[in-house]
Nanobody, 121 residues
Framework: QVQLVESGGGLVHPGGSLRLSCAVS????????MGWFRQAPGKERELVAG???????NYAHSVKGRFTISRDNAKNTVYLQMINLKPEDTAVYYC???????????????WGQGTQVTVSS
């Protein structure tokens, strides 16, 4: 069974930094795109950053220059380095991955359980 386990959230002051990690476990044939989404109270879930299996990245306009997404394919792990955090970055952050569990099956989308990031003085 495929699972995505996130870590690294917490409380940080404005201007501070955090690094989120998301490790994929279980029986996996291949991992395609990976990414981070976030959802603030009363708002819809939005894409923060994405990365392809080849390493191409894309970012939400609001985080460009402050957040960096990366992945370690050997460890089946995706990271989100966040610097210069702002109160408006406060949200639950979710890891996403498009995974093919078996070569005979099509790929499916999987989500982590979410990790809270709070930016407050």
């Amino acid at each position: 069974q495929v699972q995505l386990v996130e870590s690294g959230g917490g409380l940080v002051h404005p201007g501070g930094s955090l690094r989120l990690s998301c490790a994929v476990s279980g029986s996996i044939f291949s991992i395609n795109d990976m990414g981070w989404f976030r959802q603030a109270p009363g708002k819809e879930r939005e894409l923060v950053a994405g990365i392809t299996s080849g390493g191409d990245t894309n970012y939400a306009h609001s985080v460009k220059g402050r957040f960096t997404i990366s992945r370690d394919n050997a460890k089946n792990t995706v990271y989100l380095q966040m610097i210069n955090l702002k109160p408006e970055d406060t949200a639950v952050y979710y890891c996403h991955a498009n995974i093919r569990a078996d070569s005979r099956w099509p790929s499916n989308d999987y989500w982590g359980q979410g990790t809270q990031v709070t930016v407050s003085s």
